[in-house]
């Protein structure tokens, strides 16, 4: 299975995005993937899931996860999810636990809108409300640095050494939005969330390009219709836009000749589709 790729000054993402087929994003890198909506068996050793809602074409590969990771002995993975997902998605996999006679090993993380969740050292990331037909959030990861408190730039080295010795920090911390990814949702999402603008990547959910289905057919089903990305074209800050989540009633030929005909100067440049090579 061909999959798309994107990668952006050194931090790759992989995977396939098809509107009520399957959406999966994996970064490899970080350890973790945005939804589980298809099954791949090669990306099993991912060890977090960052799941937006429960609609099937995102998270039904989550039950055949846990359990190849349980049947392979891999350490516990985490599933993060929206709070009200988390007991209706623990009874799931019991039950798939028990059709399988097999203990499954998971650890479900139901998460609060803005909750802080580290990922790695150097990293963490919050889940933020999203705007879809059932309950749902979209993510944001960040990428941290420590840098000198402005009250000790003016300081010697000795008198910075003096001040550490006696406990004291002399750096704190700077959050930077790194990638955002949507799930489904409304393009409020974006209007309503200053890092979700801000962030250098923006995985953005936009279903529909064109007549085919009209900004009011999108909203009705909690969805994204380019041309409300092209009307709020001045709110995106991101240094790089990709779409994901297209209808399959596009051919990818069809993706590619209405962006190029229908994105406006302000994003061209930073707007790319994600779809597999040669599509």
């Not at 623990?90 to 636990?97: A, D, G, H």
């Not at 000198?148 to 730039?153: D, F, V």
């Not at 994901?244 to 009633?249: D, E």
């Amino acid at each position: 299975m061909l999959t798309a790729s994107f990668e952006y000054k050194g931090t790759k993402f992989e995977g396939l995005s098809e509107g009520g087929i399957r959406t999966s994003i994996i970064c490899p890198s970080l350890d973790f993937m945005f939804d589980f909506g298809f099954i791949n068996p090669d990306k099993i050793h991912i060890g977090k899931i960052l799941l937006s809602h429960a609609h099937l074409d995102h998270s039904c590969g989550i039950p055949y996860y846990v359990s190849q990771r349980s049947l392979r002995k891999l350490p516990v993975p985490k599933v993060y999810l929206p709070k009200a997902l988390e007991p209706k998605m623990s009874q799931i996999l019991k039950l798939y636990s028990e059709i399988e006679d097999f203990d499954y090993q998971c650890e479900l993380i139901g998460l609060d809108f803005g909750d802080r969740v580290e990922l790695k050292p150097g990293y963490f990331f919050k889940p933020w409300e999203s705007f879809h037909r059932v309950p749902s959030q979209g993510y944001t990861v960040y990428e941290t640095k420590r840098k000198l408190k402005k009250e000790w730039t003016s300081l010697s080295s000795e008198e910075i050494r003096n001040k550490k010795d006696l406990g004291e920090d002399p750096t704190e911390e700077i959050s930077v939005p790194l990638v955002s990814f949507s799930g489904d949702t409304k393009i409020e999402y974006v209007l309503e969330n200053e890092d979700v603008r801000k962030s250098k990547i923006l995985f953005m959910e936009c279903t529909y390009y064109c007549d085919k289905r009209d900004v009011n057919r999108a909203r009705e089903w909690g969805h994204t219709h380019f041309d409300e990305i092209v009307a709020h074209a001045s709110a995106f800050e991101n240094e790089a836009i990709v779409l994901i989540h297209p209808s399959k009633r596009y051919s990818y030929r069809e993706l590619n000749d209405l962006l190029r005909k229908k994105v406006p100067p302000i994003l061209k440049d930073r707007v790319s589709l994600f779809l597999p090579p040669k599509s």
